[in-house]
């Protein structure tokens, strides 16, 4: 019997097969620079964990791997498409990013992931209304598993930047600004930014370039390169186990810097984490480009 079965399940078309759904890109966020009113926007923390979607049967990274969560994980949740984060809590990105490269995880290993949804990919409406049907869609569910992310107005800049502040000191990246008015379109959005203190990107990892001083006999610095060619060096943000055991040459890291120097390469970069899957690339922009 067991043989027959093996059989036929060789003789499935690869349709039939886990694959990633034909759905549309995901709206990504622009860089906020201040020159459209605070009021509004819904502002919510931008969380540190992994992007995830929804598509009412199954549960995919954003670059189109199926997530392993364990069976019971997605229990109750609505066969509506959604757009949300996985997420363990502040500090706890590593953590998380290994359970879900991992399959097999239990029950156990997923407690306290949260899928914390933030958008509704196939709702035609803008978004204070998709954030109604969020509310309504969660209350429904009633699953320890989904939440939604908290969204709050405020009416002056001074106000978003307490609030910035506060979520930086409190171990948060920094913050997402949804238009209220605002439509659920693919790429690079002009009614979605995010709002950090630094800049973060990816970059490949060329060499490892030897230590002097204090870490002497170990990595001193990474030299990468962007996905548009420039090269620089990451000398700073690794712990001494990374610098003992170095991301691999070829793989791509996330970096933080603080704006560009007038060569355009990126001021004061410091070493975040290695990048496991790169986000698929935007029309129009080199692949590992964006984030």
Not at 39 to 52: I, Q, T
Not at 58 to 85: I, K, N, Q, S
Not at 100 to 115: H, I, M, S
Not at 145 to 154: D, K, N, P, S, Y
Request: with cysteine.
């Amino acid at each position: 019997m067991r043989l027959l079965l093996l059989a036929l399940l060789c003789l499935l078309p690869a349709a039939t097969l886990p694959a990633a759904p034909a759905t549309p890109a995901p709206m990504l966020a622009s860089t906020w620079r201040g020159d459209q009113p605070v009021h509004a926007f819904l502002v919510s923390e931008k969380l540190d964990g992994v992007r995830a979607r929804w598509d009412g049967r199954r549960l995919w990274t954003r670059g189109g791997a199926p997530v392993p969560a364990p069976a019971g994980f997605t229990r109750g949740w609505p066969a509506e498409p959604m757009d949300g984060e996985l997420w363990l809590g502040r500090g706890r990105f590593d953590e998380l990013g290994a359970l879900v490269r991992r399959v097999g995880g239990t029950a156990a290993d997923w407690q306290g992931v949260r899928f914390m949804l933030f958008d509704l990919p196939a709702h035609p409406g803008p978004f204070a209304q998709r954030l109604q049907r969020m509310r309504e869609l969660v209350a429904a569910a009633r699953s320890p598993t989904l939440a939604l992310v908290e969204q709050r107005r405020f009416d002056s800049a001074a106000a978003l930047d307490a609030e910035l502040a506060r979520v930086v000191a409190a171990g948060g990246e920094g913050l997402v600004l949804h238009r209220a008015d605002g439509l659920y379109r693919s790429g690079r959005s002009d009614t979605l930014f995010k709002y950090k203190p630094h800049e973060d990107a990816e970059a490949q990892v060329l060499a490892h370039l030897p230590g002097k001083g204090r870490h002497h006999g170990r990595m001193g610095a990474l030299l990468v390169r962007t996905a548009d060619g420039r090269q620089f060096r990451i000398g700073s943000g690794f712990s001494d186990a990374q610098r003992e055991a170095p991301p691999p040459v070829g793989s791509w890291v996330t970096y933080r810097y603080s704006g560009l120097t007038g060569n355009g390469l990126p001021r004061f970069p410091r070493f975040l984490r290695i990048r496991h899957e790169l986000p698929p690339p935007e029309p129009g922009r080199p692949a590992a480009a964006t984030r």
